[in-house]
Nanobody
Framework: QLQLVESGGGLVQPGGSLRLSCAAS????????IGWFRQAPGKEREGVSC????????YYGDSVKGRFTISRDNANGTVHLQMNSLKPEDTAVYYC???????????????????WGQGTQVTVSS
């Protein structure tokens, strides 16, 4: 069973940066399509970014384009989300998720993902 663990969340001032990481104990994420999602209190879970396993194609939600970058760390079998120019509205719990191995392409729909981490809190505030 694939178990995902997120790390790297925390408190940051507006305009600051954070890098989130997604890893799986005992597994490499190289063969999985990975997505990052976030959920703020009282809001639906939102697709932030994703990266495919077939061609490493990437996609971003409109609210984070130009500020966030998703990437694979092939040496460690992990996936990172670099978040720059953070805004208070980026405050949320961030989750990484993986699609089943038969799905090589990523999508930004949370209901297409089979494995989820516990989430990491990101708070952007002065």
């Amino acid at each position: 069973q694939l178990q995902l663990v997120e790390s790297g969340g925390g408190l940051v001032q507006p305009g600051g940066s954070l890098r989130l990481s997604c890893a799986a104990s005992g597994f490499t994420l190289d063969y999985y399509a990975i997505g990052w999602f976030r959920q703020a209190p009282g809001k639906e879970r939102e697709g932030v970014s994703c990266i495919s396993s077939s061609d490493a194609s990437t996609y971003y939600g409109d609210s984070v384009k130009g500020r966030f970058t998703i990437s694979r760390d092939n040496a460690n079998g992990t996936v990172h989300l670099q978040m720059n120019s953070l805004k208070p509205e980026d405050t949320a719990v961030y989750y990484c998720a993986a699609r089943g191995l038969m799905f090589r392409l990523c999508v930004l729909s949370p209901d297409r993902y089979d494995y989820w981490g516990q989430g990491t809190q990101v708070t952007v505030s002065s």
